[in-house]
């Protein structure tokens, strides 16, 4: 016991030696990450598509939506449990839920962001439905949409973490192993690695955001 | 699974599981005082200099960083990390590492959204009451608070459900609660266990939230309108 406290607090060389095991981590956690948000936003484009044509569904959508959000991630991993296991199924299930809200939200309003004029027009040039939202409404839509996905996608990154619990966990298998041994390093490495790759998808995402819309870009700089 | 709906038939019938010293009644209350103490506290911090920031308009590149990295930290890694440092601080496992994650972890959000709603007061109205020959302090308490208070609201309640969430992952750390039974349930594979935390903080986050757009009527000034809560310029999920 006298020896653990003369012990630093972040020991380098643990660092040095579980390279490998952090770059599997890494991998591990992308796809978790990945999966989640992909799925996600698959499903809430099919609710958002639903709740624009329907427009009355669109309340009672972003409500059940809103409860997902609401109840905490490890309460829902906890209730899949008895039925789907400690497995990847109950993480994703509960991964997914939680982009939904956010997702949907940002498909609706950035659909309905889209000037009046530029669907008349549209409209006006013999465009169907489909290719009017496809072609028109959608790309136009796309940089509020991808501004939902990068909300969506950082927190999935930080909740990731909590699915070490049901066995599964990517940088969270670190903090989970570290806090059951009480070393701080591990639980450190867990945690900062997690906000890093939060940080870097948001950036990798924004570039993509700008990208989408260089319309913006070229307004700014005309006036 | 017939044999999981007889356990957790046999649980709910057990009047000890609802009422015993560990208990659902006690683990419930416990985890509710926690969550109150921690963002009574987390507000007591965050509230006062995100108000006078947003009085001065002053400090909007700290609080857009804060809005970024708040939502990238995990919640679980921060409260984990809590542990060796409450034991190198001697002040052991369970209630002291749990407390100061939770109060950590609300702090960014409140303070966020407080500057927030202070600076998104509308000019023309602070220059108003300037004009009226209100002094600073009383444009803070007349005016600027009364009219941030809806967004100020909402982000006590989005702090309140995530404390409330995190607060069940505190059994990782020894405190007791209604996470318990979840982490409990997990080491020993006891299904029913894990289900009962589950509903339970589940019904706990969502009447928490409930309880916050109850007290808005209480709460708000007249006049001023309720903010849904996807305007929030920060709040993570847990």
């Known amino acids: ?223 | 699974m017939s044999d999981f709906l007889s356990e957790l038939g046999a649980f709910l019938a057990d009047p000890d599981a609802w009422l015993g010293g560990a208990g659902l009644l006690v683990r419930t209350r416990d985890h509710v005082l926690l969550s109150l103490f921690a963002i009574g506290v987390a507000a007591l911090i965050a509230l006062p200099p995100a108000v006078w920031l947003g009085h001065r308009r002053r400090g909007g590149v700290v609080v857009g960083a804060l809005v970024n990295v708040g939502r990238a930290i995990p919640s679980f890694g921060i409260l984990a990390l809590m542990l060796p440092i409450s034991l190198a601080l001697g002040l052991g496992i369970g209630f002291w590492p749990t407390f100061v994650a939770l109060v950590a972890l609300a702090m960014p959000p409140i303070f966020t959204n407080t500057y927030t709603g202070v600076v998104e007061v509308d000019p023309a109205v602070t220059e108003a009451a300037r004009g009226m020959g209100m002094t600073g302090r009383q444009l803070v308490r007349r005016t600027e608070l009364p009219l941030a208070m809806p967004v100020i609201w909402t982000a006590l309640r989005v702090s309140a459900v995530q404390v409330v969430a995190t607060a069940t992952l505190g059994a990782v750390v020894g405190w007791g609660g209604l996470g318990r039974y979840v982490i409990d349930g997990f080491a020993q594979g006891n299904d029913v266990y894990v289900f009962i935390g589950g509903v339970s903080v589940a019904l706990l986050a969502i009447a928490t939230d409930l309880a916050f757009s109850f007290g808005e009527r209480f709460v708000l000034p007249k006049g001023t309108h309720h903010r849904d809560r996807g305007e929030l310029t920060s709040s993570a999920a847990v």
């Open chain 1, 1 to 223: 016991m006298i020896f653990a406290q003369t012990q630093p607090f972040i020991r380098w060389d643990w660092i040095v030696d579980h390279l490998d095991e952090i770059w599997e981590r890494t991998v591990e956690h992308s796809v978790l990450t990945g999966f989640a948000v992909v799925i996600g936003l698959v499903v809430s484009t099919a609710l958002s598509m639903i709740a624009l044509r329907f427009r009355r569904t669109y309340g009672p959508i972003t409500w059940t939506a809103g409860i997902l959000y609401t109840i905490p991630s490890i309460a829902l991993f906890a209730f899949l449990v008895p039925f789907t296991g400690l497995s990847l199924l109950t993480a994703e299930i509960g991964l997914v839920s939680y982009t939904l809200l956010i997702l949907i939200r940002n498909i609706v309003a950035g659909i309905d962001g889209v000037p009046a004029a530029v669907i008349e027009s549209a409209r006006g040039m013999g465009y169907t439905d489909r290719r009017l939202f496809w072609r028109v409404q959608v790309p136009l839509a796309l940089p509020v949409i991808v501004a939902g996905v990068r909300i969506a996608a950082v927190t999935v990154v930080g909740l990731v973490t909590v699915t070490s619990l049901i066995g599964q966990g990517g940088y969270g298998a670190f903090i989970l192993r570290g806090l059951r041994r009480t070393f701080a390093t591990e639980i450190l490495v867990g945690t900062v690695m997690s906000v890093v790759f939060a940080v870097l998808i948001d950036l990798v995402l924004l570039w993509l955001q700008r990208r989408l819309a260089p319309w913006q870009r070229r307004q700014a700089r005309a006036s």
